[in-house]
């Protein structure tokens, strides 16, 4: 396939590595997060950390949108489910997220509430339609790359008059989490640079990251989410690190432009305000980090339509969701992983969404394998 087979050549994989081989010095440590876990899922998928002379080291972030919503967004969206004249659109891998006391999207709906898994806004909307009688919330997620969905669904429903659709908007934005990581007080990681992501940027481009080279001098790569993609974002990132410099690369140049999608972020900013601080699994309250409907759209947010609250939930305590969202900790140095913790079993968000870490290790089995600090003890 033009554009996929060509970006997984296994032989192109193994020169990349040999070149990286070539270029690493020996005597220091190379640490770069790889931000997106659409690029955590590729790392796991084809075994790139294989490749990896030993001192470059991958760590795992929080951008997975199902990993990072905490919990009490979760009970506040089944609270609303439960209302009977509500029904509450929501994207599948929401469904079994674990909420407060062993709750969550799916036991609320075998238990009569009425939620519909849908593919797309324009689903909830067509919902919204043919059930007039009904409200209908979307449960929207996600970062900057669903965020334009969203928006098109709040255009065409103000457009359409239908006074029964609105959206429990939990949108957050890639910038304000990687500040928050470079800036955490907690256990905070030691990083080398980012492998920024992909979708996300071909929304907003890469000026958005410039903060991370002047203000962190941290090297920053935007790449693709092929094996290949990521392998040469690594060697863009070690050279950097080699060269002394902080700069904001594209590799990904065949999807995303400097500017990013105009339109995109027009429709954005029309739809959308900046909240002043919104809660992060992992991260905590995070200023600047989130969106919520403008004024001149308050009609269709459901937060305010039905008056939702945001209970303090608590993750389950033996879960290390929160610090492997933050690149502080591994899957495997959760107690319960692939234990207690498993895909048909989650304890946690990271084992639910195909982009959560502990997912990405359990379905390719790296678990398995020696971790890469015994490979490196031995
Ligand atoms: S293995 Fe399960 S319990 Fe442990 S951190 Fe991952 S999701 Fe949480």
Partial sequence: MKYVDEFRDGELARGMARRLAKIVRPDRDYRFMEFCGGHTHAISRYGLEDLLPTNVRMIHGPGCPVCVLPIGRIDAAIELARKPEIILCTYADLMRVPASGGDSLLKAKAAGADIRMVY??????????????????????????????????????????????????NHVLTPAAMRAILTSKDDRVELDGFVGPSHVSAVIGVTPYRFVATEFEKPLVVTGFEPLDVMQAIVMLTTQVNEGRCEIENQYGRAVSPQGNLKAQAEIADIFDLRESFEWRGLGEVPASALRLRETYAQFDAERRFAVETPVARDNPACECGAILRGAKRPHDCKLFGTVCTPETPIGSCMVSSEGACAAQWTYRRFDEPTREERMAS
């Fill in 120 to 169: 797309s806004t324009l689903d909830a909307l067509r919902i919204a339609e043919t059930e007039p009688q009904r409200q209908v919330v979307f449960f929207a997620i996600g970062f900057e790359t669903t965020t334009p969905p969203t928006a098109l669904a709040i255009r065409l429903a103000a457009r359409k008059q239908l006074s029964n659709f609105s959206v429990f908007c």
